[in-house]
């Protein structure tokens, strides 16, 4: 299985001198499936870990390096790999890739390296079934609702692309996980995570709507509709900001409402909109996601001027995995009205990095996009580049359209 591994980054390698050669030759679009290309040969060369499936949380890979997204404090230290989050987003990657190029190498990577990676991470030992935020085989480590989530939405894309029934399966058994998670404090909604139940977060109920309203798409199963508006409302209701229309970030079991805004959870709650449009044919719905476009934009990109003078609409700096997740609801609104506006930007952001980024190794910085930081970090997290490479792929899809 690592020989076949080792061959794909070679596949990756070839291809992506090959569409870095014929750039000029060929359109924008094939361009930024290069650059997705490249990216994700990098992601093997720099973070591929020697199991198969299994990354480093940074490059360069650091001992005692510390992770400060989990609900308690890191305790991995020896030999550790990445967590389940940002493995996640290789798979997200992959998927992207395989759905602009249509190339049975990427369905075949899925099977052979990102599939067997993932399930190291899957808890047995405590019911439902779900994956846990580190390797099973160091004990147990807290289970994210969060987590779970974006892997059913890519269990389901990862279906829509190959038919394979075990795909749909799998995403089922997740929303299985996520139904436990859901009660009646506060009216409805699901936690953020399973060993600490303190609040409602929107990156836990936006995306469970989308992949509940994705589960609904395959299986045309009622139950899924009805959970994926239950949830949409709930949200809207609880943790929408009713001066700009965006997203704070969850609510306490006592009711406070925590206000950070990121760009994920509006880009979630946009999707989830636009998709209950697509299902209910209910204006009001599209409404919504437009009007949360246009907030979107408002909040998170601003006017740039390049340094040839030509000036777009750009993304600020931040969490460029949060952003995207956003580029998926963005998607979506232009897949029902056909207003390219705001794809346009992504695409025109996009090109600007690409051309400007100065890593020696061309990964990516973090919460970086087209204005540069003044002291560059020397650490680059698997996320991001996942997230990049993601997003040139989706984007190749709308240039030229």
């Given amino acids: 299985m690592k020989s076949s591994v080792k061959l794909l980054g070679v596949m990756f390698l070839l291809s992506s001198l090959f569409w870095g050669a014929c750039t000029h ?3 924008s679009a094939n361009e930024f499936v290069g650059n997705a290309n490249a990216l994700l040969d990098s ?10 499936g299994l990354f480093n949380e940074n490059y360069p890979k650091k001992d005692g390096d510390v992770v400060t997204y989990l609900a308690d404090a890191d305790t991995i230290r020896k030999d550790k790999v990445a967590y389940l989050w940002p493995t996640s987003g290789v798979f997200s990657a992959v998927n992207a890739l395989l759905k602009a190029t249509s190339d049975t190498s990427y369905a075949q990577l899925l099977d052979t390296c990102i599939i067997p990676g993932l399930h190291c991470y899957v808890d047995t030992t405590r019911l439902p079934v779900c994956y846990q935020s580190y390797l099973a085989e160091a004990g147990h480590s807290d289970r994210f609702y969060d987590d779970n989530i974006w892997l059913g939405i890519d ?3 990862s279906y829509e692309l190959t038919k394979k029934s075990e795909y749909k399966n799998e995403a089922e058994r997740i929303w299985k996980f996520l139904e436990s998670g859901r009660d009646s404090i506060l009216g409805d909604g699901i936690y953020w995570c399973e060993q600490k139940k303190h609040s409602k977060n929107t990156c836990s109920n936006a995306p469970a709507s989308v992949l509940a309203l994705k589960l609904y798409q395959i299986t045309k199963d009622e139950a899924y509709l009805n959970a994926g508006k239950e949830l949409y409302q709930w949200t809207k209701t609880h943790l929408q900001d009713s001066t700009d229309g965006l997203y704070f970030d969850n609510i306490s079991l006592q009711g406070k409402v925590t206000k950070w805004k990121f760009q994920y959870n509006s880009g979630q709650m946009m999707q989830a909109a636009a998709l209950l449009f697509k299902h209910t044919q ?3 719905y599209l409404e919504d996601a437009q009007q949360l476009a246009k907030a979107c934009d408002r909040f998170f990109f601003e ?4 340094d040839d003078g030509t000036q777009f609409r750009a993304l600020k700096n931040g969490n460029v995995w949060f952003v995207a997740i956003m580029l998926r609801g963005f998607e979506e609104v232009y897949a029902i009205d056909g207003d390219k506006r705001y794809l346009n930007q992504f695409i025109e952001t996009l090109r ?3 051309n400007h980024n100065t890593n020696v190794n061309k990964l990516f910085d973090d919460e970086c996009f087209v204005v540069l930081p003044e002291k560059k970090k020397e650490s680059k997290w698997l996320l991001t580049q996942a997230a ?6 989706r984007l190749a899809n709308y240039i030229n359209k």
Wanted: aromatic letters at 24%.
């Fill in 352 to 354: 600007y990095m690409w």
């Fill in 25 to 27: 030759e060929k359109t």
């Fill in 303 to 306: 006017d740039f001027v390049a």
């Fill in 43 to 52: 992601i093997f060369v720099y973070y591929q870990q020697g199991k198969v």
């Fill in 282 to 284: 209910d204006s009001l």
């Fill in 155 to 157: 269990y389901v894309e």
């Fill in 388 to 393: 990049m490479v993601e997003m040139y792929a």
